[in-house]
């Protein structure tokens, strides 16, 4: 491994069924990692199994998935980080594929693809999770530009640079799409790696709920769309405010061009303010471009000082 420093991060809450055999297994097929276990308030002795296992076990106070990576991207400093869900839904077996990229310098962000092999099909058993991965894909296709194979695999491996160059800004589940936008809106490498996939082992439940997470995951996506591309986004706006302007002004303009006359003047005040609105959208839209480029400017000097810290340490 050339020396390289390779953490495994487990985030995990009430884990207690299966966190010892994914401990077991990083210990088994990458032995030279440091394993770490981030408990998120479990109250079935998820801790104190993995510490029993060989773990480093920290705890999370503030609920939810995008908490516990964002403190586990702050407390740990490492070359190569793979994080995997504590669940063992996840091949730990297929750790060195899923790194290699990482570890060859060929990538910044890998990404564990369980669909591309239809593994998740076949075994996974909730109902509308793979429409909703296949949904947020779409989007984040048409959005972004980016078309990734899955979106929502917990079984991710990025290095240095792009950990520490990370703004986490989600509180839960949505920290897959939200790592997976980041990626592509930065312009970081990307490699996705197909996977097997296996369900939960009876008796383990998910947290995820396919609603109301699902909600959140949206949510999410157009929320980044806004922040990262808000010329798209105002402009977007700007142009469904023009068309309902339209849908009431024109007949409007017709009436007064056969008869000279504006007996509805309600509806062409109506017209004149969506069209006003679809100005103000597209002028709001300009000047937040400006400014999202001028942060970029800011985050890619940042890049540039976490690459060099990498240089210096050699």
Same mark, same amino acid.
């Not at 999770?129 to 949904?135: E, P, S």
């Not at 920290?175 to 939960?200: C, F, M, N």
């Not at 402009?235 to 302007?245: D, F, K, M, T, Y």
């Not at 007949?251 to 007064?256: A, G, K, L, S, T």
């Given at each position: 491994?050339?020396?390289?420093?390779?953490?495994? &991060?487990?985030?995990?809450?009430?884990?207690a069924?299966?966190?010892?055999? #994914?401990?077991?297994?990083?210990?088994?097929? &990458?032995?030279?990692?440091?394993?770490?276990?981030?408990?998120n308030?479990?109250?079935?002795?998820?801790?104190?199994?993995?510490?029993?296992?060989?773990?480093?076990?920290?705890?999370?106070?503030?609920?939810?998935?995008?908490?516990?990576?964002?403190?586990?991207?702050?407390?740990?400093?490492?070359?190569?980080?793979?994080?995997?869900?504590?669940?063992?839904?996840?091949?730990?077996?297929?750790?060195?594929?899923?790194?290699?990229?990482?570890?060859?310098?060929?990538?910044?962000?890998?990404?564990?693809?369980?669909?591309?092999?239809?593994?998740?099909?076949?075994?996974?058993?909730r109902?509308?999770?793979?429409?909703?991965?296949? *949904? #947020?894909?779409?989007?984040?296709?048409?959005l972004?530009?980016?078309?990734?194979?899955?979106?929502?695999?917990?079984?991710?491996?990025?290095?240095?640079?792009?950990?520490?160059? %990370?703004?986490?800004?989600?509180?839960?589940?949505e920290?897959?799409?939200? *790592?997976?936008?980041?990626?592509?809106?930065?312009?970081?490498?990307?490699?996705? #790696?197909?996977?097997?996939?296996?369900?939960?082992p009876?008796?383990?439940?998910?947290?995820?709920?396919?609603?109301?997470?699902?909600?959140?995951?949206?949510?999410?996506?157009?929320?980044?769309?806004?922040?990262?591309?808000? &010329?798209?986004?105002f402009? %977007?706006?700007?142009?469904?405010? %023009?068309?309902?302007?339209l849908c009431?002004?024109?007949?409007?303009?017709?009436?007064?061009r056969?008869?000279?006359l504006?007996p509805? %003047?309600?509806?062409?005040?109506?017209?004149?303010?969506?069209?006003?609105?679809?100005? *103000?959208?597209?002028v709001?839209?300009?000047?937040?471009?400006?400014?999202?480029?001028?942060?970029?400017?800011?985050?890619? &000097?940042?890049?540039?000082?976490?690459?060099?810290?990498?240089?210096?340490?050699?």
């Open positions: 491994m050339s020396g390289k420093r390779i953490a495994a &991060l487990i985030p995990c809450y009430n884990e069924l299966t966190i010892a055999k #994914v401990v077991d297994d990083f210990k088994r097929y &990458l032995p030279e990692a440091i394993v770490y276990v981030y408990d308030n479990s109250s079935d002795g998820t801790a104190e199994i993995a510490a029993a296992h060989g773990a480093v076990v920290k705890g999370e106070p503030r609920q939810g998935k995008g908490n516990v990576v964002r403190q586990m991207l702050r407390d740990i400093d490492a070359d190569c980080y793979v994080m995997v869900d504590g669940d063992d839904t996840y091949p730990v077996e297929q750790v060195n594929d899923v790194i290699a990229p990482i570890l060859d310098d060929s990538a910044d962000h890998v990404v564990g693809d369980r669909l591309s092999n239809g593994t998740y099909a076949a075994e996974n058993k109902a509308g999770h793979g429409f909703g991965n296949d *949904l #947020v894909r779409w989007l984040i296709k048409v972004y530009g980016f078309e990734y194979t899955d979106v929502m695999t917990g079984y991710r491996a990025f290095n240095r640079e792009f950990a520490k160059t %990370l703004p986490v800004l989600s509180p839960g589940f920290i897959e799409t939200e *790592l997976s936008i980041h990626a592509v809106d930065k312009g970081w490498r990307i490699s996705q #790696v197909p996977i097997d996939y296996r369900d939960r009876e008796g383990s439940v998910s947290k995820l709920n396919t609603v109301s997470d699902g909600i959140k995951v949206l949510k999410m996506i157009f929320s980044l769309f806004k922040d990262y591309k808000p &010329l798209g986004f402009s %977007l706006l700007a142009l469904i405010s %023009l068309i309902v302007g009431f002004g024109l007949p409007v303009i017709v009436e007064f056969a008869t000279g504006v509805r %003047l309600p509806t062409a005040i109506c017209a004149v303010a969506f069209c006003g609105l679809a100005a *103000l959208f597209l709001c839209g300009l000047i937040l471009d400006t400014v999202v480029k001028g942060h970029r400017r800011d985050w890619e &000097l940042k890049v540039t000082d976490v690459y060099g810290y990498k240089n210096a340490r050699g």
